[in-house]
């Protein structure tokens, strides 16, 4: 069993910049696959951004590539999402999550074994 457990999320200003974290317990983070999905009202959860085990592959969804940046401390099982240059239209709740047995970076939702609860990131303009 994996728990994971965002955290960052906040209330800043169009341009400005705020780095999540995805805390893992229960066991080592570092055999697994881990990726940020975000969901906005209305909207359906898409992907952002993942991260091979090692965190030598990441994959970006074409709307954050340049902005944001994945990576990964597998020493305090921590994953992290670097956002730069927010837009209003990232607002969403950020989930991160982990696939179990594949080092395989999907982009679809049900490819995922584990889920945080997920952090909130408003942008204002």
């Known amino acids: 069993q994996v728990q994971l457990v965002e955290s960052g999320g906040g209330l800043v200003q169009a341009g400005g910049s705020l780095r999540l974290s995805c805390a893992a317990s229960g066991r080592a983070v570092s055999n697994y696959v881990t990726g940020w999905f975000r969901q906005a009202p209305g909207k359906e959860r898409e992907f952002v951004a993942a991260i091979s085990s090692s965190g030598g592959r990441t994959r970006y969804a074409d709307s954050v590539k340049g902005r944001f940046l994945i990576s990964r401390d597998n020493a305090k099982n921590t994953v992290y999402l670097q956002m730069n240059s927010l837009k209003p239209e990232d607002t969403a709740v950020y989930y991160c999550?982990?696939?179990?047995?594949?080092?395989?970076?999907?982009?679809?939702?049900?490819?995922?074994?584990?889920w945080g609860q997920g952090t909130q990131v408003t942008v204002s303009s």
């Open positions: 999550a982990a696939i179990t047995g594949l080092d395989r970076l999907a982009v679809n939702p049900g490819g995922y074994d584990y």
